[in-house]
């Protein structure tokens, strides 16, 4: 079995900044694509960004220039640098990456998600 576990979610001001973490546990024989996600109350979840395990990035255009999506492949753990956050980017916050468990399955996981509050 495979467990995504996100962290480093919280409350910050607007123009504030926060760094999500997403480490990948259990039977990992190698990991693909890894990406961020977002849910505010009310709306459907929403592509923030992801890094394929070459590296190439690919950005919502509501965060370019704000956000930097990074992985360690040593630690299975991808990383989602947030600056200047804004009020509307409140929400839950969930990593997804595709794992491969052996030679011959891959599939996608997801985190339980963080919470992201950005307030006054």
């Known amino acids: 079995q495979v467990q995504l576990v996100e962290s480093g979610g919280g409350l910050v001001q607007p123009g504030g900044s926060l760094r999500l973490s997403c480490a990948a546990s259990g039977m990992v024989f190698s990991i693909g694509a890894m990406g961020w996600y977002r849910q505010a109350p009310g709306k459907q979840r929403e592509l923030v960004a992801t890094i394929q395990s070459g590296g190439s990035t690919n950005y919502a255009d509501s965060v370019k220039g704000r956000f930097t999506i990074t992985r360690d492949n040593a630690k299975n753990t991808v990383y989602l640098q947030m600056n200047s956050l804004k009020h509307e980017e409140t929400a839950v916050y969930y990593c997804?990456?595709?794992?491969?468990?052996?030679?011959?399955?891959?599939?996608?996981?997801w985190g339980r998600g963080t919470q992201v509050t950005v307030s006054s």
């Open positions: 997804n990456m595709e794992v491969a468990v052996s030679m011959f399955a891959t599939r996608p996981y």
